[in-house]
C-alpha cells in the first residue's frame, strides 16, 4: 500500500508529466486560455490515463512482451510481439477514446457536452501515449501499480493545466513585450513553473 | 477537363510548390507560430546528436506519411480516418524505431519513449488532416517534408544552443577552448535542466515575433 501512494504521489510531483517530461505540450499551450476548459480537458486525461494504462498494462504482460504468451501453451513461450508495441498502444487508446466519448455521451450528457472536442483530441494527446510507454519502460510490478501511476500522471498533469489556466487569465492584465505576447510567455511561465517543480526532485519516496 | 491539365502541367518546383516547401521553414513554422508538436523539442534536445537523429526521423515519417495519405485519400472512409491515419503513422514509426535500434543503438536508448511519441506529434496529424487528406501526392510530400524541416530547424537551434552553454561541447566534442575555462569561464549547467528548454524556445519565439511583426499576438 505504502508502494502504491508513494508511486502516486510521485508520479504527480517529481515525474510530473508536463514539468518532468513536456508531455501533452500541444493541448496544455492550445486550450489554457481559460480555467474553465482546462479543468475539464484536465478532468478527461486523469480519466483516460487511468483506464488506458492498466489495460495497456494487461496487453503489455499478457500479450506483447518476450514469453507472455505463454498462457496460451509451451508452443507460444518464446514468441516476442513487442515490436507491435506501439500500434497496439495507439490502438487500445484511440478504442478507449471512443469509448469513453460513448459511455459519457449516454450517461452525463451534460458532462459530454463542457468536454465537448476535447474527448476525441485525446487520443493524440502524447501524454496519453506517453503515460503506457513509461509504463513499460519502467517495468512495474502489478497492475495496481500500473494504475497508481496512471491516475497519479493524469492527477500532476490536471495541477499543471489549471495552473497555467489561472496564471494566463491573469497575466492578460499585464504589460507584456508585443513580440512574447501569448505564446511566448507562456513557454517562459511553464518553464519557470518547471524550475519550481524541480524542488520536488530532492524527496526520497 | 482543363483544370485537370493545368494541373498535370505544373512543374514538379513550381512557385506553388516551393512554398509548401518554405513557408513552414518562417512565418508558418509548426512550433513557433503554429504550436504543433512541442512535446518532443522540449524533451530530447540536450543534446544535438539526438536532436539530428529525431529531426531525420521526423522527416522520414512525415513525408511517408502524407505520401501514403494522400495517395488513400479517396478511399478512407471519413468517419474512421483518425484511426486510418494512426494506424499509418504508427506502422512507420515502428519502421523508424527498428531502424535507430538497428544503427544507432546508444542514440535510440536515449530517445527512449520519444521515438514512439513520434506517433502522437501533432504535427504530423495536423499536416495529414489539414493538407494530405485534400492533396496530391507531390504537394503532399512537399508538404510534409517542409513542415519537417521547420521543426527539424528549431529542433537543432535549441540542441545547439543547450548542448554549446550547458556542456560545452557538439555532438560530444569539446568546443570551449581550454584557456576560457582557465580564465574562469563555467558551463551552464542549468541549460541541461528539462524547464531551460521551454525557456530558449520562448526566447526564439520572442525573436522571430521581433523580427516579424505580423506574427506578433494581438488577443
Redesign the interface.
Known sequence: MEDLVSIFVRSIFIDNMV????????SY??VSRTVNTSVGLGAAVIFVLGITVPINYLLENFVLARGALAWLGPRFAEVDLS?????M???II?AMVQLVEMIIEKFSPTLYSSLGIFL?LI????A???GS??MQ?RNYANLAEATAFGLGSGVGWFLAIVGIAAIREKIRYSNV?????????T??I??????AF?SFMGIEL | MSDKDNNKKEALFSPRNQKLLTNPLGKDNPI?VQ??????V??ITVQLRTSIVMAISVVAVMGLANVIISLLRKTIPPRIR??VQ??VI??L??LV??VLKAFVYDVSRQL??FV??I????II?GRLEAFALQNKPWPSFLDGIGNAAGYGWVLLAVGFARELLGSGTLMGYNVIPGFLYEMGYEDNGFMI???????T??VI??????KD?D?????
Open positions: 514539468f518532468a517530461y513536456f508531455l501533452g505540450m500541444c499551450l492550445a515490436f507491435l508495441t506501439f500500434i498502444f495507439i490502438a484511440a476525441p487520443a493524440v494527446n502524447c496519453i501515449l506517453g510507454l513509461f519502460e513585450p508585443a513580440p512574447l505576447r501569448g505564446l511566448g510567455i513557454f517562459i511553464t518553464g519557470l513553473m518547471g524550475i524541480m | 513557433n504550436v504543433l508538436g512541442i512535446c518532443s522540449l524533451a483518425i484511426i494512426l494506424t504508427a506502422s514509426v515502428i524505431d527498428q527512449s519513449v514512439g511519441l506517433i502522437t506529434n501533432c496529424m535542466l528539462p524547464p531551460m528548454a521551454l525557456i524556445v520562448g519565439i520572442w525573436i522571430q515575433r521581433h511583426r506574427l506578433v499576438d494581438i488577443s
